[in-house]
């Protein structure tokens, strides 16, 4: 993959795709407004740079929870990986560890947690990096109605050694996708939820029409339950208010990602850009704060962390990136942003990222 | 009728209904700005969703004039539905009904009042609603010159068992719609308005030149008799500014319809949706208000109901459900959108509509 | 012409005249951002109708200067007519007599004041208008450099009858109109300037590469002497600032036609609708206030009342009537407003033009 | 070359050029957010001309560093003109001195200083402008790691008779430009940045994946010892910010050029018209500002100067004007402009240039 942007990088990858694979990644619920919106938010955004300034060393280096990566990006947790390539989030994690940046992997993988976890393990030595880097592995979790199907999911990924839960907590219900609805899923038998008990093939559920069933029914009381229960620290994804950050912060969340699930699941919420500064500013440093949804370009990573993120979430990029070139793939599209945003951070004026401040954007 | 969008739904009624009859339902004033502008006005509203609220049981439920409803949601009046369907009104009495939501009856309509009254009585069971419901039916009013016409239609609506009249005030003459103007109705001299006397079967007037004669010349005065006169509660459709909205309480009236006519005959008015918030915080507990004009989506109902509106009336898809199914194909728009604002309350952290504040709507 | 809308009326004039004088008389200078602007303005505005008023009789009649006319529009003054139709100003000027509309005059008309101002005399009694109605007829003034030409003209139209004069302010040079480059003129030798001593056919300057020669030099010592010197009103006509406004009032003008001449001299001015507010604002009562450029609805016409416009002057809609269907043809186009102002009064729940107020535009 | 808008030159020189040529010149980085945004900003901005103003005699001269010019024109610093032509530089230095104006020389420039500056002198008399103008050449700089080669460049700038230098800073590290990338140049071995030692051909740079490496760069250290050892006046070019200008002035420059380089590297920035009115203001009358990108017209011009530039550099039109009329090419650009720009003066009501004020912008 060379360094064009990521919109070819769509374009080959609905190219090589099952119909139905590329639109369950591509598709956004009903109108998609949001996921048209989540890209324009950011591109709406004006850079102020500093000129003159000692940009000789650049480091793009950042610490998650305390732990350091190469660059303040993370693979966004996306489902069923073995529809988009062969190894599944093998690959994934592969790509994600070679980049030196953490793989938040979700309760929908194809891939059990332990060989996601051997991947990390065996990851080979990132040259380029000032240091040798062994960015963190977290696990993205559904509050299932069991709560004891979370406990065994909860010890095994400690065991496995990730070092956080994200809960994702926008998705109680299903969306609807038209896209979707129009080019199903044609999932062989195998490629299942392998790391959820008893889980069927099909039960994804996104881009059905549906009841209204609630699913994943977690609630501030879950939250409460979980951060006590887990052995790893617990962080919240789906957040778009400043008040429900509060309050999860209050609860005992480390982090929370700013995030309306990439547009999938309800239409015409805010963009995740402009939801991000409130709830920033209101969380302070009481917790570390998160955002993904529609981040295409370096010049959008400098935005995001103007406007309070710590580090940014990368979803769709890192399928097709899988798609088209398995572990390399998703590697390549991490290095790729890498390059675009030490170059941006260098036309920016700033050497170290403590040095993008609010007034950064106009 | 499938869960498809409302866009999908106007494009098959486009292709099944005659030229005529179609540009009479989907047309709109002049340049069609506020046709257009209705519709986008909605989709410029950004929600900002709740989340880890306990949203296992989402109730749509809500009363209208203290009758309990299905949802939050009307069939709006629109005039000459045996230009859609052979059953005509009846077809859409007995769609509403089906979906537990009221029917507001037009004057223009091509079927009796009682035979739309005795599509109500018999309507089966809604297995599917918390209980059994028997939404109201209303009757949409103009005012002629003559107000003994309207004594003699008031007490046969109220004899007939409907709840209410809505007194339509935004159409003291008739707008002009180049769309209609090039295809006209070809209606045969049977799709007569049979509730009013002596009414030819021509002389709906829309999309025609006219002389600007006044048909309909309600004013406040004639507000004040009708409240006096009717024995059901009066409410007051076609309203834009609050000055407007207060007067019609204060004389009376139990209820505003927010609405534009669907921009039917006065081009540029502001999009209802930027009209309702003022008008819902200077009406408060006065009244209640209601609006139209533009909603196509759950999350346009969460709108409205967030900037005030106690429940939203649904035109134009209404009637394309009625030219694509008849009584079922109405019922099928309710049910969808019903199946719509549960997914929507569920993915916003509200469980029962008293729940839905200003606050989520950015 | 029937009634349909100005796009298809000048989409017609376009297919009937020469390239070159549907460029002259459609184009704008530069880039035509203040011609599609100008449009444009008028249509983001949003109108709050009043409801529920007594609209049983709607007077469309306003006076200016003292004259009554039948509705608040004019025929903007544009030039050589007879590239438009073979009668020239002559049909013009009795279109807008049996409309009961002002016409105002261009001195670069290719008819004489005289024969223009007997078509005014000679006008059949309009039979639709509450009384007979001879709308007066002003004369639109550039200062060349020679004073003693405009002493002559002054008088000559004076003698003629014309109610006022109209100076126009905002072409001391000609501007460029790449589109009218494109499309040259062919003007045969008889199509001159006639009431202009020794002006020549083709000297029209619109549209050509020019080095900047001031033409019209008019100051306001020239406004002074003008106004001093004038037997009847002068008005002045192509301001867009409230400090050039008060300024003009200060010497004795009359009127203030807000304008920035349909977008053909300078390009990114302020929209006529944009600076509209502020110029009636601060002129108040000292004088009145006239506007044109975009002004294409019924809807346009009320905005621009609401905004403190006195009555509107219509330019291109005019020429393209006049192209089509000479006398009648620019008769239709104003009865044609004159209907749909009529209609869109009623529906803002407005009888008589007083009560069109500041409030009725969001 | 006629009076056709720059469009129309830029579609020309595309045609004329080869493919990697123009898209060197043309291209912007990434998505071109910023290429595009410099036009429209300019666009999106609105004239309040003044009207009955003495315009008699336009006077477009200015002076810039105490030198009379012949219009608030520059030619911008754009490199390696003999991809363009083959006299390259040589023909742009002599098409400004014809047009009066000054010319910024690039330090990448395929032709020797003294060549440029020996165009100058020779110049012929410009018999349009009220008097005898030399405008100056300034010459644009860079600072690479070794500052004994700024020295040797300053002293022989200086010696050649250069007026100023004009230190670019916003470009530490190259941008990447899709569309560059996709057309590489492909400049023979002869077209070299011949006034840098060892300079090869083909390491502009510009359009190629990078590694970050700081190419130039300049601090605000560099910049003070830059004001001590130049023998010529420095001026600042690439500031977006306020607080740099104001630094920059602090340390010695005596110009600042509010610059995003064209939308060349870094993507994404405030438009220069957006960015310009905070720095002129901050700046006031300690130094003087200059603006460039997206100005096409005579309006973007008089718009420029009242948002507080002294004069505006012109770019890509320039570059047009030298692929396809060479030295004359280059003249009638600015002569263009300047035709523009006396007839937007005497439109907007100002004579000369100190009566271009922040009211003139709505």
Redesign the interface.
Known sequence: M????FDELEDRAREKLAPGAFAFAAGGA??E?TLA?NIAAW?R????????????E?DTGVSVLGARIAAPLMVAPTGRHRLFHPEGERATARGAAAAGVPYVMATTSTVTVEDVAAERRSAPERHSAPERLLAPQWFQLYLPHDRSVTEGLLDRVAAAGFGAVVLT????????S?RA?RAPLEAGPDIRAVNLPGQPAAAHGYGA????T?TF????D??AWLVRRSPVPVL?K????AD?AL??VELGARGILVSNHGGR???????SA??LPDIATAVGAKAEVFVDGGIR?G?DIV?ALALGARAVLIGRPAVWGLALGGADGVRDVFEHLR??L???M????VAKLTEVTRDLV?
């Open positions: 060379d360094s064009r942007d009903d109108d407004i919106d591109r955004l004006r850079l102020r740079p500093r000129m003159l300034r000692d940009v000789a650049i907590v926008d998705q109680p219900v299903y969306g609807a038209p609805a029409a549906h009841s209204g609630v029914p977690a609630t501030f879950d939250l919240v789906g957040i778009l208010r429900d309050r999860c699941h309800l239409d015409a919420t805010v963009a402009d939801a370009r010049t935005k390059g675009e030490t170059r941006t260098a036309l920016c004026g106009a």
